[in-house]
């Protein structure tokens, strides 16, 4: 069982920063890529940021100059630095994981989502 928890999620101004943190746990022989995704009200879930095992990292444009991305490949935990956040930013974060198990399968995993809301 792989389980991937996010946190630190909440109200923010605009302008201001958060940090959104994503632990994977359970039977993980290894993580290749793990990133964010959001999903706005109203909104397809569009792709935010990833890193991979080796730390190369990558943003989608709208991001690109706020956010960072990082993991603790020791703790299986992938951040996300947000900074001068926008009301647009206001969006259900989620994040997901490319694995292996320790019983050699391949896939995908989500975590539950955590709310973030950019109002002043």
């Known amino acids: 069982q792989v389980q991937l928890v996010e946190s630190g999620g909440g109200l923010v101004q605009p302008g201001g920063s958060l940090r959104l943190s994503c632990a994977a746990s359970?039977?993980?022989?290894?993580?290749?890529?793990i990133g964010w995704y959001r999903q706005a009200p109203g909104k397809q879930r569009e792709w935010v940021a990833v890193i991979t095992s080796g730390n190369s990292t990558k943003y989608a444009d709208c991001v690109k100059g706020r956010f960072t991305i990082s993991r603790d490949n020791v703790k299986n935990t992938v951040y996300l630095q947000m900074n001068m956040v926008a009301p647009e930013d206001t969006a259900v974060y989620y994040c997901h994981a490319d694995l292996v198990t320790t019983w050699g399968d391949r896939d995908d995993y989500w975590g539950q989502g955590t709310q973030v809301t950019v109002s002043s």
């Open positions: 359970g039977s993980i022989s290894r993580i290749y890529t």
